[in-house]
């Protein structure tokens, strides 16, 4: 049966409203993303590319997302506004590659649903900001021109990839090599981006930052291998499935998900597929953390994939069977309607983060009226604290801006505050059932290099439903 053809503009003009109403709509409220911010910011201001000035440590995850927001800052636009501009317009991007990537192989219609898909789908209305929209743009882009087979433009999408997030330096080389096997010699036209793009930036991170890849590297994965966060990645791994396809809050997007199982012409775009295994399985070998939903995103790409064919494997046998006076088209747009709706009228916003960044913004205009500037803060998050505080130094217990921590002092106050002496502190404190207040109230201390302890009092509290900041102030002797 051949398939029923879309007007060729259709696709452009209902992505790019998609795309604005997504600029005007989603909010940035996770921590992490700010982190990006702070070095942009500084990046753009002329301090370098640097988080605390004069710290040549990359504790971003995605430089080109900070270069690119850098350059936004540069010619006049706000730094968070810069974030939900680039991310909309990867999306505009990454729903035309992928309706034409699907177009190319004769499945027009589960690329355009996949596409549109993109711009309501659940977690990447909640966590705006981040880089994922520009991997996905630079996957389906690399994607599509390596169907093509014009290589060279492959590989610069590739390239994009792995300045995005350092896992695409993986996609990169499985892509190239695949290609040297199929070929059975050098494709002089994929090694060269690698060569112009990639080579450059890894001679400049090296000199400029000490070391080749970010230190967030070594800040999510420096605990080794370890069964516990084997366990904890599968956990959030299967937890991700169970919500897209056995989601009690959208029966209609699971149904046309699970749909998509049966229908997706798998053997067509195996590589997507590969792709997810693979990515999946390096992070679960390193034992990143489960708790970051965005390490699962190359999940989030297959599951519009997997609602598109859905839509459209569904329509097709209802319309052999059942419903033979309905024209195709129309019993496919009816569908896609549905999904769409169905998929916009889930929450646009993560209640959690956005209540954590509401209890930031309290506490930052506290820390501005009563702390002097140049002053050195230590803070479990230091996104949101470390853009808005452009002044203060901070420390980080990640060790995302550090280089040099010893393994056994990440994730611990201890080690920073013994050799920095911080004048605040800043922790966030996840509430249990019987704890109150007046117990959050009791002062901390810790032992310095050379100047015995140091005591910390609570200079105030920001309560919260699930987790209260505690903002602690060094008591001077």
């Known amino acids: 049966m051949v398939q029923p053809k879309l007007n060729k503009y259709l696709m452009p003009v209902l992505a790019g409203l998609a795309a604005c109403y997504a600029l005007s709509t989603y909010q940035v409220y996770m921590d992490d993303f700010y982190i ?78 996949a596409g549109l898909a993109l711009f309501v789908f ?63 010699r050098i494709m002089y036209g994929a090694l060269i981006p690698g060569l112009l793009i990639l080579a450059p930036w890894f001679i ?63 053997k067509k775009y195996w590589m997507p597929l590969v792709w997810c295994v693979i990515h999946q399985g390096a992070y679960w070998y390193l034992g990143v953390p489960g708790s970051y939903r965005w390490y699962y995103y190359t999940l989030w790409l297959l599951y519009p994939f997997m609602m598109g064919a859905g839509i459209y494997g569904i329509a097709r046998f209802l319309r052999g069977y059942l419903l033979k006076p309905i024209p195709e088209k129309v019993l496919y747009s009816l569908f896609l309607a549905l999904l ?38 230590l803070a479990d998050e230091i996104g949101i604290f470390g853009y808005y505080l452009p002044e203060y130094l901070f420390l980080d217990p990640a060790g995302l801006i550090h280089r040099n921590m010893p393994k056994e002092a990440f994730y611990r106050y201890d080690y920073l505050a013994a050799m920095y002496r911080p004048m605040i502190i800043i922790n966030s404190h996840y509430m249990k059932g019987d704890e109150t207040l007046e117990k959050l109230n009791e002062p901390i201390s810790f032992k310095s290099v050379g100047e015995g302890a140091s005591l910390y009092e609570v200079m105030f509290l920001v309560p919260g439903k699930d987790v209260t900041l505690r903002v602690f102030k060094r008591i001077l002797k």
């Not at 370098?48 to 990359?58: H, P, R, S």
């Not at 995605?62 to 010619?75: E, M, N, R, V, Y």
């Not at 999408?157 to 096997?181: D, P, S, V």
């Not at 919500?243 to 798998?266: D, R, V």
Request: charged share 15%.
């Open 204 to 266: 400049f991170s090296k000199s400029y930052f000490g070391d080749f890849f970010p230190n967030t590297l070594y800040a999510k994965a420096r605990q080794g291998i370890r069964p516990d966060r084997w366990i904890s990645f599968a956990r959030g791994f299967f937890s991700t499935l169970k919500e897209f396809f056995l989601n009690k809050n959208s029966i209609t997007t699971s149904f046309f998900a699970l749909g998509g199982l049966i229908f997706f012409p798998y």
């Open 36 to 113: 990006t911010l702070r070095y942009a910011a500084n990046l753009a201001a002329g301090k370098g590319f640097v988080f605390n000035e004069g710290e040549k440590v990359l504790g971003t995850t995605t430089p080109l997302l900070a270069i690119l927001s850098a350059a936004c800052i540069k010619i006049g636009i706000s730094p968070v506004w810069s974030l939900r501009l680039i991310n909309a317009l990867a999306l505009f991007g990454a729903a035309i590659f992928c309706f034409l990537y699907f177009k190319q192989k004769g499945n027009e219609l589960i690329g355009y649903a």
């Open 340 to 377: 769409l709706w169905r998929l916009w009228a889930l929450p646009d916003m993560n209640i959690f983060n956005q209540e954590r960044y509401n209890q930031s913004i309290m506490a930052i205009n506290q820390i501005r009226q009563k702390v002097p500037k140049g002053n050195k803060i």
């Open 122 to 184: 659940l977690p990447l209305k909640q966590l705006w900001g981040n880089e994922v929209p520009l991997c996905f743009f630079c996957i389906m882009a690399s994607l599509y021109f390596y169907e093509k087979e014009k290589w060279t433009a492959s590989a610069i999408f590739q390239c994009f990839y792995a300045l995005t997030r350092m896992e695409g330096m993986l996609f990169y080389l499985l892509l190239t090599g695949y290609l040297f096997l199929r070929k059975k």
